[in-house]
């Protein structure tokens, strides 16, 4: 007899400080949720066949989360799905990104000019002048392009 979760995944609704109680299953389920994963996919008959139940039963949590599931018919079709998945990056991904990108120093092509000059004329060392400048001294040799 096949088990329904469709009751129970209302707890994985539950937010930070509430207690969590169900099932292993279920817990398993909240701490994948959690995890920041965007796309999971599994089979019946998988060793994880239970949390595909699982997450069957939770589209409408997966949806809200933006969690793609894709549920397949046997191992080489959850494999291919996962291959030709084009899912978008995790939140976490998207803000570390975010603060990368606007956090990164741009120099105008003057300002470089007078950083490669500061360093033929030796007054300090490159690693000195990338660390004031706010450049990694691998990118020194490439840095005038």
Not at 50 to 57: C, K
Request: glycine share 8%; proline share 6%; with cysteine.
């Amino acid at each position: 007899m096949e088990r329904s979760f469709k009751q129970e995944v209302q707890s994985l609704r539950l937010g930070v400080g509430d207690t969590f109680h169900g099932e292993g299953i279920l817990a398993v389920t909240k701490a994948l949720l959690q995890s920041g994963v965007s796309y999971v996919s599994g089979y019946p008959g998988a060793p994880v066949s239970h949390l595909v139940d699982v997450l069957t039963d939770a589209s409408d949590i997966l949806d809200d989360l933006g969690i793609y599931f894709a549920p397949a018919a046997n191992c080489p079709a959850s494999a291919l799905v996962r291959q030709k998945s084009v899912h978008p990056e995790s939140p976490s991904e998207r803000i570390v990104k975010n603060i990368r990108r606007a956090t990164r120093k741009r120099h105008s092509s003057e300002e470089k000019i007078r950083i490669v000059l500061d360093g033929l004329r030796g007054e300090s060392s490159i690693a000195e002048l990338c660390r004031r400048e706010g450049i990694a001294e691998s990118l020194y040799p490439a840095f005038p392009g």
